[in-house]
């Protein structure tokens, strides 16, 4: 293959690409039954991309796929591909910015739903 066309090959690692996999047929539901096996999730509602910003002057989260299954838990799955030596922040920003995107106004604490948020690594932190 020469350099040009070598260039042109989309992988599973760019955003797009991975929205894109995750949007066909059922591959997000399959995806999270085989990481959570136990929660026996049979179908799940997803959005990719989705802007989580609730402040001008603050970061903004953009989960990769943001779903939703049967039971309303709500799974976050990140596909992380550079190194990140404050994942563990990470995680727990992306959790606080779910959070406030699920709790309205006067809402009751109890009625957060259980939340995951996953992060699809090439290698183990």
């Given at each position: ?95 606080s910015m779910i959070d406030q995107n ?15 948020v996953i992060f699809i690594l090439p290698?183990?932190?």
């Amino acid at each position: 293959m020469r350099k040009n066309e070598d260039e042109l090959v989309a992988k599973i690692t760019d955003d797009p690409v991975f929205s894109w996999v995750m949007e066909q047929d059922d591959n997000c539901c399959k995806l999270l039954q085989a990481i959570l096996p136990e929660l026996n999730i049979t179908r799940v509602e997803f959005e990719t991309q989705k802007r989580l910003k609730f402040h001008p002057e603050k970061r903004e989260t953009i989960p990769d796929i943001l779903a939703y299954d049967q039971e309303g838990r709500v799974y976050d799955i990140e596909l992380q591909v550079l190194q990140n030596k404050f994942l563990a922040q990470r995680i727990r920003y992306y959790f606080s910015m779910i959070d406030q995107n699920l709790l309205m106004s006067g809402g009751k604490y109890r009625d957060l739903p259980e939340t995951y948020v996953i992060f699809i690594l090439p290698n183990d932190p």
